[in-house]
Nanobody, 122 residues
Framework: QVQLVESGGGLVQAGGSLRLSCAASGRTFSTYAMAWSRQALGKEREVVAAINWSGDITYYLAAKGRFTISRDNAKNTVNLQMNSLKPEDTAIYYC????????????????WGQGTQVTVSS
């Protein structure tokens, strides 16, 4: 069982930066693939970046070149540094975990946090 708690969301102007953090409970955090996902109003939830237990990272279309995912297995945390934010990045951002490799399909993640709101003003 893994419990996830996100923090770090807020309101930022276009071009600004935010750093999201996800704190995970459980002694086996290091064995989970972790992902940051987002859901904008009226849209489907999508994975923007994922990191395997080994540290292998995949960025998906929306995040490439602007977002950086990282994890600290000693602290049971996974972070998402978001730079050059755009109004279209406005969404609720969720931390997710799954056993096995990181994937793009949100339905394959077993554990989810409650989400943190990110709003980017133009």
């Amino acid at each position: 069982q893994v419990q996830l708690v996100e923090s770090g969301g807020g309101l930022v102007q276009a071009g600004g930066s935010l750093r999201l953090s996800c704190a995970a409970s459980g002694r086996t955090f290091s064995t989970y693939a972790m992902a940051w996902s987002r859901q904008a109003l009226g849209k489907e939830r999508e994975v923007v970046a994922a990191i395997n237990w080994s540290g292998d990272i995949t960025y998906y279309l929306a995040a490439k070149g602007r977002f950086t995912i990282s994890r600290d297995n000693a602290k049971n945390t996974v972070n998402l540094q978001m730079n050059s934010l755009k109004p279209e990045d406005t969404a609720i951002y969720y931390c997710a975990a799954r056993l096995g490799p990181a994937v793009k399909d949100t339905s394959r993640y077993e554990y989810w946090g409650q989400g943190t709101q990110v709003t980017v003003s133009s």
